[in-house]
Nanobody, 117 residues
Framework: QVQLVESGGGLVQPGGSLRLSCAAS????????MAWHRQAPGKQREVVAS???????NYADSVKGRFTISRDFAENTVYLQMNNLRPEDTADYYC???????????WGKGTLVTVSS
């Protein structure tokens, strides 16, 4: 069982930046894919960005050009640099990891990002 702990959320003004971190423990393997999802109040959870262990990344259209996902493969840590934040980015942000391509999904408990003036 992989444990995921997110950090870095908080309150930021529109146009500001935040960097989220997610540290994984419980496995010695390089995790196959790590991703960030978010869930705004009253909405379904959606994928924000993901990166495989080969370095291939994908982004939701709504964050392309503003958010950047990166990984420290040796430490099984994933980051999400969020720039030019908008009020609609307000949500709980969750880290997800799958150790192998067909393995179980592991989720963190989330970190709240609030974009407001």
């Amino acid at each position: 069982q992989v444990q995921l702990v997110e950090s870095g959320g908080g309150l930021v003004q529109p146009g500001g930046s935040l960097r989220l971190s997610c540290a994984a423990s419980g496995t010695r393997s390089t995790i196959y894919v790590m991703a960030w999802h978010r869930q705004a109040p009253g909405k379904q959870r959606e994928v924000v960005a993901s990166m495989t262990k080969s370095g291939t990344s994908n982004y939701a259209d709504s964050v392309k050009g503003r958010f950047t996902i990166s990984r420290d493969f040796a430490e099984n840590t994933v980051y999400l640099q969020m720039n030019n934040l908008r009020p609609e980015d307000t949500a709980d942000y969750y880290c997800k990891a799958r150790v192998t391509p067909l393995g179980a999904e592991n989720w963190g408990k989330g970190t709240l990002v609030t974009v407001s003036s």
